[in-house]
């Protein structure tokens, strides 16, 4: 009894666990879309990148955020193992250096571009849709827009 209840933990422990490769791909950096300057004013977008082609999954796929002067807002890798998933994090501009842009002012439009490792190419904002996927919290209005602390939940579908 004992030993068959040892085991039953064992498997339940070994079944949610993150494998290394899983973690690894939940914390791996862009290396296509770099240079994000983290600001205080900061917004949370998660969801599933939907390619035509699923095989571009495969592909290594990063998502830059660029706002309309085209400063990169954020940048993450696209996790294949949990299914084309990404969360992101998009900073505001830093309103203590008003010289510098380092982000995306409130109320800016943001432009999603996906790079494909694979393809060697960029997909860029205008070949992508935005699709609302509230994930059970707020749904955005599309485009979408920068506002410091939003979380919301979209697709991207290509």
């Known amino acids: 009894m004992k030993k068959s209840i040892f085991l039953s933990i064992v498997l339940l422990l070994i079944t949610i666990c993150p494998r290394p490769e899983t973690a690894a791909a939940e914390t791996a950096k862009p290396v296509f879309f770099t240079g994000v300057k983290p600001t205080p004013q900061s917004m949370t977008v ?3 990148v939907i390619p035509n082609d699923v095989g571009m999954l495969n592909q290594g ?3 830059g955020v660029f706002d309309s002067q085209g400063t990169l807002c954020g940048a993450s890798v696209v996790n294949v193992k949990n299914g084309g998933s990404f969360i992101l994090q998009i900073y505001g501009d ?6 510098l842009d380092e982000g995306a002012q409130p109320g ?3 432009y999603f571009n996906i790079y494909s490792k694979g393809a060697g190419k960029t997909i860029a904002a205008s ?3 935005q699709v609302v ?3 059970g919290n707020k749904a ?3 485009p979408l827009r920068f506002e410091d602390r939003g979380h919301y939940g979209m697709d991207l579908i290509f």
Do not use: C, K, M, Q
């Open 94 to 99: 830093d309103l203590s250096t008003p010289a």
């Open 140 to 142: 955005p209005r599309l």
């Open 108 to 110: 800016e439009r943001l």
């Open 127 to 129: 070949e992508i849709s």
């Open 61 to 63: 796929l990063e998502i």
């Open 133 to 135: 996927n509230s994930y």
């Open 46 to 48: 998660y969801g599933l």
